[in-house]
């Protein structure tokens, strides 16, 4: 090999030695790893009749709620997304918070209050709980109008009922309004130890819930389980149908509960509505 | 014989140094076999001034270990392994906690911690030859994190032309381990090629009523691949070139859908030169990276959240004066890089140089000195620390022999107790903090050994001060923002930390025989300034522990030996004083009382022909189940049966 030849190619070698050398001191992994992800933005699609080109009523998208906090529920008026005129202002009304209250003594209807139960966490787990305290409060404050509720793996519909079907594709949906009406909707019940609203005695095993109605089938959508510890979360990605107080229907699907930064209960919701 | 020469290089410079110096010992105690970590030079087990504690292959392969944590708990006294907070695998050895514990590979650094420990599941045993144990501050030749001992993982070199094993493991749990290693040997090349798969599936713990503290209910199990080849070249006489390269990945399902990834990629280059009869220098390049991730199942995201990566270039030159002893003159380069969500900022980096000296006199037959002395140099808030060290030696007769040492050990405050800055749950904010000092300790060791026939004793005592122990402090709120607690780092005050050991070692016979190891370990809580005890996340030794060996080999013929060994272990019970609310420390502080265990393994290991070996065991077999999981409880839920096979295909 000539001189200069091999010269560059030392040269060569060199400098890739030093290139691999200079990467070597951050890392050589890093082009395995992604990204994290922003935060997802709610998606509002407006359905068209394929054969006329003409626009529907019926929307369909994705919303992002953030419904980490122990303490809050936040409202979600589907009514209000599906009519132009208040979409915007509905869409931006998701993130607000409705705080649990934890003051009070209205119990105009129910027994609304914050009960104290020792669940038994690190034993047999959650289904094993001893009741400590009760505290009234104020019944549970809610917008005007509102479709369904969520409060992290909680959720309330707004005098409702709520279906699970067996579909894992919204799109695939074909029910007529005859068939809807016709399927066997699960109401809210009310319940004092499924709405964990305060954590501040956790490591001591003692959790504070709130007294209040949620859906069952609704909420099984995600469930937690102790044990083990921590908690697991279990994502059931079933279509669920969703019967409004005023007789409408909508489709309803948790496609993720965990927000890019691993948050646990930031729930992206697949929407379609009216049916 | 080129090849010889240069795979026994290490052993030649110990006869430079010895010379003629024979003794007929009984093998038994591996009393010949070469150790080089107490000196960074091979001497023979018998004459190494350092007492040094080794657990040979024979040893690795009765106890049938998975990894170094498995071994470690199984052979030595006073090693214990419970859970951290998040049930990360916390080691206390002899009342040193894992970031006082140096780990090395073939005498380089890890990369990576969880809560202060190294990732024990990637030290896998399926390539290790064997593993050299030095109790005691050894700062001077290792530098940082070896105020409490080092342990340093020699893995196997190719002795054969070629050899290929594979084997397998299964138990409780879906319990899988699964190993291949393959190595050639030639005249100037060698290579060893190790792969090994290990599986346990989580499983949940039952708990007795009313638990005093805090326990856990369920184990999580992992899955872990690892993957290592070194290749050996002796290009000519005296000099040798060997190159290495792993990975090693664990996947951990505390949650179904973000399963947490470990990740390990090493690589290194060292050749080691003998200039003359009297003269050898080695230069090696280490990389080591360490990374944490998350995976995103439903959006198949995999992000990285910690990232640590190790560059050091070391050199090493040994200069042999004729039945005099060895001079070592080192020097060290090292890059340490950080990233990590929690601390403020990402990333941070440092530089670390050091340079150490060690002279070993060889001043007669029965006298031995080794001084050394080194320097290291942090260029983050540029700290630099000296470390001494001196060991004498003495023989007796042929039978006893005495070691003394002083050491100093130190442990530089790593990036993360500088700079972390995050929100742990809610509860408290964790708080790094830039001006910490080092902490520094001094220890004395003295040890007896007795070999005569059958009997092998040794008996250790040591003490330790230690001064400015890098810790969390009390949870505390701070003027303006009184209800949010804060967790700060910060320099304790002095504490000690001594005890003794006693291991009596028989072998009646080539059949027979038995280990009995026994530690004490007293160990002081440290205080912080205002004299009040912290609380430590991590719990003290146990004062009283014992493990014992009894292994018994029969042939009935040719083609079958069965080798038949009982494992046991013993760890007193132990008082803490604790938080009795971690929300409101006013309530002040109480006394939690953690049980005493005895676990005890049955292995049968049945050789059949030259090839074929099948294991059955039954690990626990008193089948103890604790009635509370404390964190430091033993992580079993009852006797569980161990199936095994391994076969050497190269001698079928």
């Known amino acids: 090999m000539p001189v200069n030849g091999m010269g560059r190619h030392l040269t060569g070698i060199l400098l890739g030695a030093t290139a691999i050398l200079f990467e070597a001191c951050t890392g050589l992994f890093g082009g395995l790893y992604d990204e994290p992800e922003e935060t997802p933005k709610p998606v509002i699609i407006t359905e068209k009749d394929t054969k006329s080109d003409t626009l529907l009523h019926t929307v369909s998208g994705l919303l992002y709620i953030d419904a980490s906090s122990w303490k809050d529920w936040y409202y979600i008026d589907l009514q209000a997304i599906a009519n132009p005129q208040t979409r915007e202002q509905a869409v931006t009304q998701i993130g607000q918070p409705y705080p649990i209250p934890t003051t009070g003594d209205d119990k105009a209807d129910r027994d609304y209050g914050i009960y104290t139960y020792w669940f038994d966490v690190w034993g047999k787990g959650i289904n094993v709980y001893e009741f400590r305290q009760f505290k009234a409060t104020s019944a549970q404050p809610s917008p005007d109008s509102w479709s369904l509720a969520v409060h992290r793996n909680n959720v309330r519909t707004n005098d409702g009922g709520v279906y699970e079907t067996q579909l894992t594709n919204i799109d695939q949906l074909s029910m007529q309004k005859e068939e809807l009406k016709a399927l066997p909707f699960t109401t809210d019940e009310w319940t004092k130890n499924a709405v964990w609203a305060d954590d501040s005695q956790m490591l001591n095993s003692l959790i504070g819930c709130q007294g209040i109605s949620i859906n069952p089938v609704l909420s099984s959508w995600l469930r937690l389980d102790i044990p083990p510890m921590p908690p697991a979360f279990t994502h059931n990605n079933h279509v669920f149908i969703l019967r409004n107080n005023d007789g409408t229907f909508a489709a309803l699907q948790l496609t993720n509960y965990i927000s890019p930064s691993g948050i646990k209960c930031c729930l992206t919701i697949q929407y379609k509505y009216p049916l | ?652």
């Not at chain 2, 970031?99 to 202060?116: H, K």
């Not at chain 2, 990732?119 to 030749?141: H, K, Y």
């Not at chain 2, 190159?243 to 399902?253: P, V």
């Not at chain 2, 601390?343 to 000195?369: A, K, N, V, Y």
Request: aromatic residues 12%.
């Open chain 2, 1 to 652: 014989m080129k090849h010889r020469i240069c795979l026994l290089l290490a052993l030649t410079l110990a006869q430079t140094v010895w010379g003629q110096h024979e003794e007929k010992l009984d093998t038994a105690f591996n009393l010949h076999e070469l150790v080089v970590t107490g000196t960074r030079t091979p001497k023979l087990l018998k004459d190494t001034p350092v007492q040094t504690r080794l657990i040979s292959s024979d040893d690795i392969h009765k106890a049938d270990a998975t990894n170094v944590q498995d071994l470690l708990q199984t052979e030595l006294p006073g090693v214990e392994f419970s859970y951290a907070m998040d049930q990360q695998t916390h080691l206390n050895f002899a009342g040193f906690s894992g970031q006082s514990i140096l780990f090395l590979v073939d005498g380089e650094r890890l990369a990576g911690e969880t809560m202060d420990d190294v990732d024990f599941q990637r030290l896998t045993m399926n390539n290790v030859e064997r593993i050299e144990i030095i109790r005691g501050a050894s700062s001077a030749l290792y530098g940082s994190n070896a105020g409490g001992g080092v342990i340093n993982i020699i893995t196997k070199e190719a002795s054969r032309p070629w050899t290929l094993n594979v084997n397998s493991r299964l138990s409780r749990h879906n319990s899988q381990r699964y190993g291949v290693s393959f190595s050639t040997h030639g005249q100037h090349a060698s290579n060893n090629l190790d792969f090994s798969y290990n599986g346990i599936d989580n499983y949940n713990v039952n708990n007795g009523p009313n638990p005093q503290t805090r326990v856990f209910s369920t184990v999580y199990g992992d899955k872990t691949f690892h993957i290592t080849d070194k290749v050996t070249l002796c290009p000519w006489d005296g000099f040798r070139l060997t190159g290495q390269a792993g990975y090693f990945i664990r996947t951990l399902s505390r949650t179904t859908d973000i399963p947490e990834r470990y990740r390990d990629f090493n690589g290194r280059l060292s050749a080691l030169w003998k200039m003359t009869e009297k003269d050898h220098v080695e230069l090696s390049y280490n990389f080591d990276e360490y990374d944490k991730s998350d995976y995103y199942k439903l959006t198949r995201h995999d992000i990285c959240n910690y990232s640590n990566v190790e560059n050091s270039v070391r050199g090493v030159w040994n200069h042999s004066f004729v039945n005099t002893g060895i001079l070592t003159i080192g020097v060290e380069y090292l890059h340490d890089y950080l990233f990590n969500t929690n601390l403020d900022g990402h990333t941070r980096e440092q530089d670390c140089f050091d340079i150490f000296t060690q002279m070993d006199w060889i001043i007669s037959p029965r006298w031995e000195m080794v001084s050394a002395l080194r320097y290291d140099y942090f260029s983050d808030v540029y700290h630099s620390q000296i470390t001494p060290k001196l060991t004498v030696r003495y023989k007796t007769n042929d039978h006893l022999t005495l070691r003394m040492s002083y050491g100093m050990g130190f442990r530089a405050p790593t990036l993360k107790e500088k700079y972390y800055n995050f929100d742990m749950a809610g509860i408290w904010i964790v708080e790094g903090n830039a001006q910490l000092r080092p902490e520094t300790s001094h220890n004395l060791n003295a040890s007896a050994e007795w070999t005569k026939g059958r009997y092998n004793i040794t008996a250790t005592v040591y003490h330790n001060s230690v001064a400015n122990k890098l810790s969390t402090g009390l949870p505390h709120s701070k003027t303006g923002n009184s209800e949010q607690l804060f967790l700060e780092y910060l320099n304790l005050d002095n504490f000690t930390v001594y005890g003794a050991e006693a291991t009596f070692h028989v072998r009646w016979d080539k059949h027979f025989g038995t280990r009995m190891s026994y530690a004490y370990t007293k160990e002081s809580i440290a205080k912080d300034e205002s004299g009040l005890t912290v609380n430590s996340q991590y719990l003290p030794a146990r004062q009283h522990t014992l493990t014992t060996r009894i292994d018994w080999q029969h042939q009935l013929n040719k083609r079958y030996e069965l080798n038949v060994t009982l494992h046991g272990r013993f760890h007193s019970s132990v008082d803490n004083r604790e938080y009795a609310d971690y929300y409101d420390i006013s309530k002040g502080i109480r006394c939690i009382h953690y049980p005493a265990y005895t676990l005890w393994k049955l292995s049968t290991a049945h050789h059949i022909g030259k090839a074929i070996t099948l294991t059955l065991a039954i690990d626990n077999i008193l089948n103890y189940r604790p009635k509370y999981y404390y964190l430091n409880a033993p992580i079993t839920d009852g006797a569980s049966l161990q199936a095994g096979i391994a076969i050497d295909l190269d001698r079928l």
